[in-house]
């Protein structure tokens, strides 16, 4: 079993940034991929970025790409978020998942663990 938690959103004003976090406790979190979902009012929730296990393949939404970088420590459980010239339309509350396929998905389908979630508002 593998729980989440994420933390690190607040409230930014466009341009600005923040860095989320993710800790994870339960066995073999180092193999699992893990990825960034978010969900604004009224929409679905969406794919923002995805980690294998190593570190070494990243994916992200078009939308976020060159904005936003993922990254993970697996000595600290921990997976990242590091976002950079937020956007209104960034705001939304942002979910980390886990998935232990092997595989870097896009699909909320795929992940098998979820967090709570965390709050992003960016002010125009």
């Known amino acids: 079993q593998v729980q989440l938690e994420e933390s690190g959103g607040g409230l930014v004003q466009a341009g600005g940034s923040l860095r989320l976090s993710c800790a994870a406790s339960?066995?073999?979190?180092?193999?699992?991929?893990k990825g960034w979902f978010r969900q604004a009012p009224g929409k679905e929730r969406e794919f923002v970025a995805a980690?294998?296990?190593?570190?070494?393949?990243?994916s992200y939404a078009d939308s976020v790409k060159g904005r936003f970088t993922i990254s993970r420590d697996n000595a600290k459980n921990t997976v990242y978020l590091q976002m950079t010239s937020l956007k209104p339309e960034d705001t939304a509350v942002y979910y980390c998942?886990?998935?232990?396929?092997?595989?870097?998905?896009?699909?909320?389908?795929?992940?098998?663990?979820w967090g709570q979630g965390t709050q992003v508002t960016v002010s125009s």
């Open positions: 998942a886990a998935d232990n396929s092997g595989v870097v998905g896009t699909n909320t389908r795929r992940y098998d663990y």
């Open positions: 339960g066995r073999a979190f180092s193999r699992y991929t």
């Open positions: 980690i294998n296990w190593s570190g070494g393949y990243t």
